[in-house]
């Protein structure tokens, strides 16, 4: 069955400090992977996105990913955090043309000032 | 640009009543849409998308059901509420079906049902 694991339900890191959340994910095919950060009070939203070409994405607000496709997974990293960082990050994936998109169960992120 | 549109925000319900939560997208045509439950710990669960008018596709059997009756409006109902249908429900929209299939989110409904 697909899947995705985010390994980390709640990380707490101090302001600069360096990060990075796991996500594994489960599915026999081509994907597209996507990570999608909710800030308090705002909408859900992307933050980057793997559909080919260069494993390594970089999206919004400093934010990367990199794919490993022999080992499943879409890491995401920031050198140095930012207190504005605080928010719940989403690991996803959805098949190559496909409609549906399977979230890993979230990871909420709180950055000490 | 693109906006999309959920309500009501906060809804409090008796179990056993009806439910009926509206989504509605504007700027964009024949879009993709969706219904997201989201709960604490457990990420989003995906309930219905729709890929045209009257066109609904269930994920997970339940006591909901889906109907898009316009292009661009999709809306969440249910007969009679059962206290495991509170959560946070989403509506999410995406281009089309194939490369630009990022989604699109709205700000949700926090449904409880007491």
């Known amino acids: 069955a697909q899947s995705v694991s985010q390994h980390n339900h709640h990380v707490i890191l101090s302001e600069a400090a360096s990060l990075e959340l796991g996500c594994n994910y489960s599915?026999?095919?081509?994907?597209?992977l996507f990570w999608y950060v909710q800030y308090p009070g705002q909408h859900l939203q992307l933050l980057l996105k793997?559909?080919?070409?260069?494993?390594l994405v970089k999206g919004i607000k400093g934010f990367e990913a990199e794919f490993i496709k022999s080992k499943f997974s879409f890491n995401l990293r920031k050198p140095s955090v930012q207190w504005s960082d605080t928010a719940e990050y989403f690991c996803a994936v959805m098949g190559a043309g496909g409609f549906k998109t399977i979230f890993g169960a979230g990871t909420r992120l709180f950055v000490k000032a | 640009s693109q906006t999309i549109h959920q309500w009501p925000a906060t809804l409090v319900q008796p179990v056993g009543s009806p439910l009926s939560l509206e989504c509605t997208v504007e700027g964009t045509s024949n879009p993709n849409l969706y219904w997201y439950r989201q709960a604490a710990g457990r990420g989003l669960q995906l309930l219905f998308y729709?890929?045209?008018?009257?066109?609904i596709s269930s994920e997970v059997p339940q006591n909901l059901s889906a109907s898009r009756p316009q292009d661009r409006q999709f809306i969440l109902s249910s007969k009679k509420l059962l206290l495991s249908d509170s959560g946070f429900y989403l509506c999410?929209?995406?281009?089309?079906?194939?490369?630009?299939?990022?989604?699109?989110f709205g700000p949700g409904t926090r449904l409880t049902v007491l």
């Open positions: 793997y559909f080919s070409g260069d494993p």
């Open positions: 599915y026999g095919g081509t994907v597209n």
């Open positions: 729709s890929v045209g008018i009257g066109q």
């Open positions: 999410a929209w995406s281009p089309d079906l194939g490369r630009y299939n990022e989604q699109f």
